[in-house]
């Protein structure tokens, strides 16, 4: 690769004017292609470059008339890149990238240094041709401007560039995270489908997914029971409207991502169709929910549907809307029991979408919550005098669900004991008994199947008002 980069220096150079429609028609072009490194060194001139799309960026408006595209590209000699922006009077005549790591070729751009080195495309004079990044014997480019010719040399660069593709793909890879490999406090690039943005206060909330559930969070197991009374169902102040909602996948955890400054690519994110990798972000776990951070340093890179690493995670992604939640595998915890064990599975969120208010189903889910949790309360749900209150969640959402107190004995298999009320709910929480080394640290609440069916407590505002209720279960001894 050194050697041909060293051959493509010691070509004799041409000068800025572009060689004539004749000679480049009968293929004996003058064009001499320079490794970036060295166009570099020539601010100001035309150049001819042949190199990989790193980045792409969002098509805009400029200040005039035009519209105005910025790619990144990189090669041998610069693997880190360098900008070039495109300038058109429509968006047709921009380059349509199919994907991050595809090749383009380059015809008298401008070299161009404003605080830093990045590269202009003239509408008037500059060219160019898009050709996939993938190994093929197929050569000719799926996109050209009207002004391209294409070079003797144009072949062999193109097998070259594609060869070091190969061992060097566009991407911090190492760093690179699915919503199922989630870990606090790190910085890593996710690729996902932006389902929804939404702008509150200057704070932007975007909503992604990849379908893959997010790991399952263990919580802090402390004796206050405030705190296991207490585990919101969203880290924002409000939910989804319920149109919003019905567009969300019922399989995978939907992430949040908040940034708290404007994005550019948010105009074209706002339009829910588009992948897109966001660059050095981190996450944490607030109340057990997993919520992505913009840092000061991220990025959005936006990315066609084509995309290889998109094409990646469509090809993953199952069809099965009744998948189980990867966590729960191999099998759930059997500390609940069911009666309809023959109805089929359906996760909260394909409920929360449901069409119909009331309805009944069966789901596996974990016990994050409980209202009241205390062993005095408990007693009074025995004899009719309290509902209990469960939070539950799988990885699609988060939901409050009711256990009446006509229902209370039921759900925990008699009337019983206070200590064997309390030894039942800390099953249900998650909570370890403690051992010689004392108290646990944390607590993973255990992966059970439930019944559940939704009312609506007003009549004149069903979906507002509907709420969830457990039966047909019991907690085994």
Known sequence: M?????????????????PSAAAAAAGKSQYVYLPIADALKAPGARVYLFAAVSEIGATVRSRGTD????LRIADQSRPAG??????????????????????????????????EFFVTFNKKFSSFALFEGKVSTECSPYQTSMKYHGTRYDNELLTQMRMWLAYNPPGLKD?????????????????????????????????VWDGTDAPAAEFQAISDAEAVESSPLYLEEAPLPREVLCTMPCVGTVLRIFANRYLKEVFHLQKNIYWARFCNITCKQEFGIWKGIL???????????????VVDRLNRITDKVHRQPIASLPE????????????????????????????????????????????????????????????????TARIHAYVHKDDGAKFFGGFLSAEALIKKMNKLLGIPEEDEEGAPLTRNPPWIWCCLKSYCLDKNDPWGSRRYRIFATEIRD
């Open 295 to 309: 840092l000061t340093s991220s990025r959005v890179r936006l990315l066609s549907h084509e995309d290889g690493s």
């Open 332 to 395: 759930a915890s059997n500390i609940a029991d069911v009666e309809y064990e023959t109805i089929g599975y359906t996760t909260l969120m394909e409920s929360l979408t449901h069409e119909q208010v009331t309805h009944k189903f069966k789901t596996l889910v974990r016990v994050v919550a409980a209202y009241p949790c205390r062993a005095s309360e408990l007693r009074l749900l025995m004899t009719g005098s309290y509902c209990l209150r469960l939070t539950l969640e799988d990885p």
């Open 175 to 207: 760093l690179e995270l699915q919503l199922r490999s989630l870990k606090s406090d790190t910085t890593f690039d996710l690729v996902c489908k932006v389902l929804h943005v939404h702008e509150k206060k200057g704070e932007w909330i975007f909503y």
């Open 82 to 115: 360098i900008s070039v922006t495109f300038f058109a009077d429509n968006t047709a005549l921009l380059p349509c990238v199919k994907s991050s790591g595809d090749v383009i070729s380059l015809h008298n751009v401008v070299i161009t240094m404003h605080g």
């Open 2 to 18: 050194e050697e041909a980069a060293a051959r493509e220096r010691k070509r004799p150079r041409e000068g800025d004017a572009a």
């Open 67 to 70: 519209f105005t595209l910025t």
